[in-house]
């Protein structure tokens, strides 16, 4: 069965510094990997995915197939960037696996 | 494009009870999730459907927990009887392929079993 691992419960950074969620997972046929926000009382929503290999709101994220990672970054942390991250995991069949999301506090 | 509407979006019942939850998806969205976010923990899935047929009901604890999405549009997940451990948000989702698998996802509804 898949499985989706976020290491980092908590992050805690300072504005300007870089920042990196960490994902891992574990799946035996090719995954679809994404990045989900969510913003104090704001839905669940995507931030990015891996297939689209494209930079939102200054985050970043590359599929590591050997190292079976998905992690995320930004080189320069801003206090909106203040959030709960979630790691998700599409299966071939489609089937969907969430980390247990980190908490990003960017400090001022 | 309206977003998935789901209710009601609290509800505080006894265990043993029953509950029922309703969600909306986006039009023309055939993929429906129900998840199960229990505090400090990521989604958990419990049943998906691919238009009115089910694709994934493994993490549905089908002695309590029932789902339908009649006609392929909207769905109702039922709880009966509630446990106590069943305190969590219940969240909706819809996808469609055009949208790359993107998940679109309701407000929620955060139950509490006294």
């Known amino acids: 069965a898949q499985r989706v691992t976020q290491p980092e419960k908590l992050l805690s950074v300072f504005k300007g510094a870089p920042v990196e969620l960490k994902c891992n997972y574990s799946?035996?046929?090719?995954?679809?990997l994404f990045w989900y926000v969510q913003y104090s009382r704001q839905r669940l929503q995507l931030l990015l995915r891996?297939?689209s290999r494209e930079s939102i709101k200054g985050f970043t994220a590359d599929l590591n197939k050997g190292e079976t990672s998905f992690h995320l970054k930004k080189p320069f942390a801003q206090e909106e960037d203040s959030a709960m991250y979630y790691c998700?995991?599409?299966?071939?069949?489609?089937?969907?696996?969430f980390g247990d999301g980190t908490t990003l506090t960017v400090k001022p | 494009e309206a977003g998935v509407a789901q209710s009601p979006r609290y509800k505080i019942i006894e265990k043993r009870q029953s509950v029922a939850f309703w969600c909306n998806p986006i039009?023309?969205?055939?993929?429906l999730y129900w998840y199960q976010q229990i505090l400090g923990q990521g989604p958990k899935l419990l049943i998906q459907?691919?238009?009115?047929?089910?694709?994934?009901d493994s993490q549905l604890p089908k002695d309590r927990f029932s789902a339908e999405r009649l006609k392929g549009v909207d769905s109702t997940l039922k709880i009966q009887p509630a446990k106590l451990e069943d305190s969590a948000v219940y969240l909706c989702?819809?996808?469609?392929?055009?949208?790359?698998?993107?998940?679109?996802f309701g407000p929620g509804t955060r139950l509490t079993v006294l």
């Open positions: 891996h297939i």
């Open positions: 039009s023309g969205h055939a993929t």
């Open positions: 989702a819809s996808s469609s392929r055009t949208s790359g698998n993107e998940q679109f």
């Open positions: 799946y035996s046929g090719s995954p679809e």
């Open positions: 459907f691919q238009n009115n047929g089910v694709v994934d």
């Open positions: 998700a995991l599409n299966t071939n069949a489609g089937k969907s696996t």
